[in-house]
Nanobody, 115 residues
Framework: QVHLVESGGGLVQAGGSLRLSCAAS????????MGWYRQTPGKQRDVVAT???????NYADSVKGRFTISRDNAKNTVYLQMNSLQPEDTAVYYC?????????WGQGTQVTVSS
């Protein structure tokens, strides 16, 4: 059974930092592309960052230079380091695995940035 468990969300002031973690189980993590999405009420879930099994990364334009995605294959964990947070970064952040035959999602973690 696959589980993706996010942690690290919370309330932070504008300009602050948070690090999200996503611990995966039930998948062959080392060969799996992982990513982070975010969603605000009434809007679609948008990709924030992705990282392939080889460590290649990609970012949404809105977070480039502020967010860093990384992975630790020994711990089956993907991270999202978020710096210079702004109120518009407020959202529920979800971890995703691109896994055959099904993709999987975590339950989400709330990030709230106050101005």
């Amino acid at each position: 059974q696959v589980h993706l468990v996010e942690s690290g969300g919370g309330l932070v002031q504008a300009g602050g930092s948070l690090r999200l973690s996503c611990a995966a189980s039930g998948i062959t993590f080392a060969i799996t592309t992982m990513g982070w999405y975010r969603q605000t009420p009434g809007k679609q879930r948008d990709v924030v960052a992705t990282i392939t099994s080889l460590g290649a990364t990609n970012y949404a334009d809105s977070v480039k230079g502020r967010f860093t995605i990384s992975r630790d294959n020994a711990k089956n964990t993907v991270y999202l380091q978020m710096n210079s947070l702004q109120p518009e970064d407020t959202a529920v952040y979800y971890c995703k695995s691109w896994t055959w035959p099904n993709d999987y999602w975590g339950q989400g973690t709330q990030v709230t940035v106050s101005s």
